[in-house]
T-cell receptor, first 112, second 112 residues
Framework: DTGVSQNPRHKITKRGQNVTFRCDPI?????LYWYRQTLGQGPEFLTY????????KSRLLSDRFSAERPKGSFSTLEIQRTEQGDSAMYLC??????????FGPGTRLTVT | QKEVEQNSGPLSVPEGAIASLNCTYS??????FFWYRQYSGKSPELIMF????GDKEDGRFTAQLNKASQYVSLLIRDSQPSDSATYLC????????????FGIGTKLQVIP
């Protein structure tokens, strides 16, 4: 399977704990995006990488959120001190200059 | 004003009819427009993209773009029950890093 993969698929954590999600993009794509989606809403942009450079981060994103893409390959999204409002589906997508974005299956986070 | 606006629906059409899904956007400099299909509990799937004014056809799907009116639409001919899903409009914004903004999505129900 050469699509976008995300791990874990589901994560349940207690409020205040840190969580980290991983995304492996389509190998030939140099762009990688993270989104958050809640029920009944479209995906909300979080951050964007071109190769290893993080070029844009949503102004709405709390400092508790951080993302990395070492060596321009896979990416991780970390949420520190989780809150119940962080419960959502976290989507990763990859693309190139000429393509649309191709989404992974997502990681569903539940904060109790 | 939201950056990308869609009617959340549901839009109900009988099987075999044409479904028409509409989207407006606020960034006049936007250059790229995408339609995604999202089944309940799944991640978005890219079905069409369009860059130039006019129509673009792919099988039963036709995307229409009118940049002067800042309007993009998706037509689905010969609608099938399997087309029942939420359809997300996405716009790649103008500016250096080309963030993609999604609408809320329109829920389509195809009635057998």
């Amino acid at each position: 399977d050469t699509g976008v993969s995300q791990n874990p698929r589901h994560k349940i954590t207690k409020r205040g704990q840190n969580v980290t999600f991983r995304c492996d993009p389509i190998s030939e794509h140099n762009r990688l995006y993270w989104y958050r989606q809640t029920l009944g809403q479209g995906p909300e942009f979080l951050t964007y990488f071109q190769n290893e450079a993080q070029l844009e981060k949503s102004r709405l994103l709390s400092d508790r959120f951080s993302a990395e893409r070492p060596k321009g390959s896979f990416s991780t999204l970390e949420i520190q001190r989780t809150e119940q409002g962080d419960s959502a589906m976290y989507l990763c997508a990859s693309g190139s200059e000429i393509s649309g974005q191709y989404f992974g299956p997502g990681t569903r986070l539940t904060v109790t | 004003q939201k950056e990308v606006e869609q009617n959340s629906g549901p839009l109900s059409v009988p099987e075999g009819a044409i479904a028409s899904l509409n989207c407006t956007y606020s960034d006049r400099g936007s250059q790229s427009f995408f339609w995604y299909r999202q089944y309940s509990g799944k991640s978005p799937e890219l079905i069409m993209f369009i860059y130039s004014n006019g129509d673009k056809e792919d099988g039963r799907f036709t995307a229409q773009l009118n940049k002067a009116s800042q309007y993009v639409s998706l037509l689905i001919r010969d609608s099938q029950p399997s087309d029942s899903a939420t359809y997300l409009c996405a716009v790649k914004n103008s500016g250096g890093y080309q963030k993609v903004t999604f609408g809320i999505g329109t829920k389509l129900q195809v009635i057998p």
